[in-house]
């Protein structure tokens, strides 16, 4: 800038420095200046950046499938779209505006997994580095990364002779421990009813509880439960509906087989009157 005064009046040199109006951050990008020379101030502006990574809470592996929404808290109108699909378990989203703060949501689940809670972030306008809610925005995230982590769904099943539509791990050690059905087979099918997805393989240990195959679950849908080979001396159970999500994760779901009822038949044998019996 050409005719800026080089000295005070008492002869001192005069220092100068530039900085760029809060307009420019709030526009999505940092700001930082830098004296070249006596004469030469630099200012560079960096794009901020966030990084999105889905992974599972089981090993830490890479998830697919996910889609997510970054929005303004203050001002839900500047919102994003992270897009998923069958091979993306990374995002990147570039001029998010810094010392602003952001609400991550999951909008696509991956299949087998619960969805995750959401999250709030915020890039520093100072260092641009990200810092998250989950722990009170203390520590920075290494590259600009959030990871979400998806836990596995987790239901069971079990064959029981009482009419329970879910059952503890603790009944069943205690006061169902000698209810369990043994040597029954069973059906994971989707919402038509007809379409086999999985099936359990039958036990003749008593306390078999089967785990439901998580792969073959979408949060939100309905499956049925339904009894392919039933145990002698037992009524087919009924077909048990389930909606995945409704029921906390860890629930134990009963399929329950009512005994067949015998009655005692009484046979009396009598003789003829004038017969002669015979062995």
């Not at 889905?54 to 970054?70: E, N, V």
């Not at 808290?73 to 998923?84: D, H, I, Q």
């Not at 949060?219 to 080979?229: A, I, M, S």
Request: net charge negative; glycine share 10%.
């Amino acid at each position: 800038v050409a005719g800026l005064a080089q000295y005070t009046e008492g002869g001192q040199p005069i220092a100068y420095s530039a900085r760029e109006s809060a307009a420019t951050n709030a526009g999505g990008f940092l700001s930082a200046g830098q004296s070249v020379s006596a004469t030469q101030y630099r200012i560079t502006n960096t794009q901020t950046i966030v990084r999105v990574r889905k992974t599972s809470a089981i090993g830490g592996s890479a998830l697919t499938g996910a889609g997510f929404t970054i929005q303004n808290v203050a001002e839900p109108t500047e919102s994003y779209t992270l897009t998923g699909s069958a091979v993306l378990s990374d995002w990147v989203q570039y001029g998010l505006k810094p010392d602003t703060l952001y609400r991550i949501t999951e909008t696509v689940t991956p299949a087998g997994y619960l969805t995750a809670d959401p999250l709030t972030f915020r890039i520093s306008g100072s260092d641009g580095k990200v810092y998250v809610s989950t722990d009170g925005f203390a520590a920075a995230q290494a590259d600009n990364r959030i990871t979400i982590q998806n836990e596995p769904i987790d239901l069971k099943v079990v064959k029981l002779d009482v009419p329970l539509r879910t059952v503890t791990q603790a009944e069943l050690t205690g006061t169902y421990a000698g209810h369990f059905v043994t040597g029954a087979a069973l059906g994971l099918y989707a919402a038509d009813g007809t379409t086999l997805l999985a099936t359990i393989t039958p036990s003749t240990a008593d306390g078999t509880v089967y785990d439901l195959d998580y792969t073959k679950l979408v949060k939100g849908q309905t499956y049925y439960l339904k009894e392919t080979v039933t145990p002698a001396g037992y009524k087919t159970a009924a077909p048990l509906a389930i909606v995945v999500g409704v029921d906390a994760n860890g629930t134990i779901y009963v399929l329950h087989d009512d005994p067949i009822p015998y009655k005692t038949i009484l046979v009396q044998k009598t003789w003829a009157s004038g017969s002669i019996p015979q062995d």
